[in-house]
């Protein structure tokens, strides 16, 4: 193949994938988008292939021969619950994949007396980048793989520890460029893999979605750093679109939780070693129901709101959720969904769910559309939601989730919430919701609840 065919077919694909990202903004498009970025892969894939600089197959072929076997295995077995985790390892690959091609192309570049200035800051950038993106997505792994703690941790000299870690890298970056020498790219490599720890330890269980498309953002980032390296224009552009898009993600996430976009990235900046505030605070009462009292209020409500929350998604209670929907439907009762953007545990989680189960989307309500609603809603439904209901985010300054929006649930006549104990959600913090007088909680499982509900509906 001719270098104009290969442009031709790296260009169509740059055209797919800018299409698939496109589909991705809405559940309705979002097959059809999946559908273009795979056949942009594919094409990708075939042209890297036939390209000349490919001598040998064999290591290619056993590299995908191992991916696939592990990838088609772990696809099959993923719970939906546990995607969050997953996406973050498999960013934590493309970052490592970063280092480990940095540190190659030195070494045969050096062994060829072939370094050059401009190569050695790209080395230096792709391994700082891919190593911050590694290790920063391993901590995102453990902390929502619960291996490790959702508290932020912090401690005294950190924000400091972090400026200086990061100057040094820049420092070491622009030496090495005139001084190569494969130790200090070493060292660059082993700064970032600390900074990538520190960067992601002090966040918060609250600001972890933004963290997870941030990693995302590095890892695009990361892969277009070897895109340079590599001389291949493809990765260049893939890695620049995913690296701004994840950014874009991250920003309009920050500004859905009214957090801070530059301390989200700076690693949690101004976040305060909290206490426990799950477990402290005298014991107080709660009230609650059955299903058939909630069958029952649903009834005789005109208007319903159902907040779906990742309970919805460990019990798996969408299809008993549309056959409330349907039964209330028929019942003549306006029922819509409320949707948190950080409901569950990954951006667009609950939106996904709900399509699954074939609700449509007229239904399902963005938060900043509904909450003027609630003042006027008889039943708000909460279905596994903790955190992104709990009013402490606009009452309580020490908790880690104030200035969070939440869905403004609490304003409803009535609340009913369907979970199985009185633990917290991801945050780790107590619902000052479940002591309203106007709160109801509803203890089991939520597909099991919800399918009670349905039987004890009058038909
Ligand atoms: P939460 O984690 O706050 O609460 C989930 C609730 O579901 C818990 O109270 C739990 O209580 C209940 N639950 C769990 N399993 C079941 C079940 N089988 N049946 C019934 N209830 C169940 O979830 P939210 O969706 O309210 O909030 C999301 C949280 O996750 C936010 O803090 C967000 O910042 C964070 N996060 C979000 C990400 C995203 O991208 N969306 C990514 C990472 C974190 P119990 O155990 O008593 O049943």
Not at 255 to 270: D, K
Not at 339 to 364: C, K, Q, S, T, W
Request: glycine residues 10%; aromatic residues 8%; negative net charge.
């Amino acid at each position: 193949m001719n270098d104009n065919i290969f442009a031709l077919i790296y260009l169509i694909a740059t055209i797919l994938f800018i299409f698939g990202l496109k589909g991705l903004s809405s559940p309705k498009s979002a097959l059809k988008g999946n559908f273009s970025a795979m056949i942009g892969m594919a094409l990708a894939i075939f042209a890297t292939l036939a390209s000349p600089e490919v001598h040998s197959y064999f290591w290619i072929f056993m590299g995908i021969g191992i991916g696939l076997v592990i990838g088609v295995g772990v696809a099959i077995k993923i719970q939906m619950t546990a995607m969050p985790q997953l996406v973050a390892i498999l960013h934590s690959f493309v970052g490592l994949s970063a280092v480990l091609v940095s540190i190659g192309t030195y070494l045969s570049h050096e062994a060829r007396g072939e370094l050059n200035s401009v190569l050695l800051v790209e080395l230096g950038l792709g391994s700082l980048i891919g190593a911050v993106t590694f290790t920063g997505s391993i901590i995102a792994f453990g902390k929502l793989q619960g291996t490790i703690t959702s508290n932020p941790l912090v401690f005294k000299g950190q924000h400091y520890l972090n400026l200086l870690l990061g100057l040094l890298m820049f420092v070491l970056t622009g030496y090495l460029a005139f001084a190569p020498n494969v130790v200090i790219l070493l060292a660059i490599t082993l700064i970032a893999l600390l900074l990538g720890f520190l960067l992601v330890l002090p966040i918060g269980g609250a600001d972890m979605p933004v963290v997870v498309s941030m990693l995302n953002s590095y890892s695009g980032w990361a892969a277009s750093a070897t895109g340079f390296t590599l001389g291949n224009n493809l990765l260049i552009a893939t890695g620049a679109l995913v690296g701004s898009s994840g950014a874009i993600l991250s920003f309009i996430m920050c500004q859905a939780m009214n957090r801070s976009f530059i301390s989200v990235i700076l690693g949690g900046f101004g976040a305060e070693a909290g206490g426990d505030a799950a477990a402290s605070g005298p014991v107080k009462n709660v009230k609650s129901a059955s299903s058939e009292d909630v069958a029952y209020m649903l009834e005789n409500s005109s208007k319903v709101v159902i907040i779906p929350g990742y309970g919805m998604a460990v019990s798996q209670a969408q299809h008993a959720i549309k056959e409330l929907f349907e039964a209330l439907n028929h019942k003549k009762i306006d029922v819509k969904f409320a949707i948190h953007p950080v409901a569950g545990r990954m951006p667009g989680h609950m939106n996904v769910l709900l399509a699954e189960a074939d609700i449509p989307y007229d239904f399902v309500a963005e938060m900043e559309d509904i909450n003027g609603e609630f003042a006027s809603t008889d039943v708000v439904l909460v279905v596994g939601a903790n955190d992104i209901i709990n009013p402490a985010a606009k009452t309580d300054k020490s908790s880690p989730l104030y200035g969070m929006p939440i869905l403004d649930a609490y304003k409803a006549k009535q609340i009913f919430v369907i979970k199985r104990s009185m633990k917290p959600g991801y945050a780790g913090v107590d619902n000052a919701l479940f002591y309203y007088d106007n709160c109801t909680l509803v203890f089991g499982d939520a597909k099991g609840v919800c399918e009670k509900i349905v039987g004890s509906l009058e038909s």
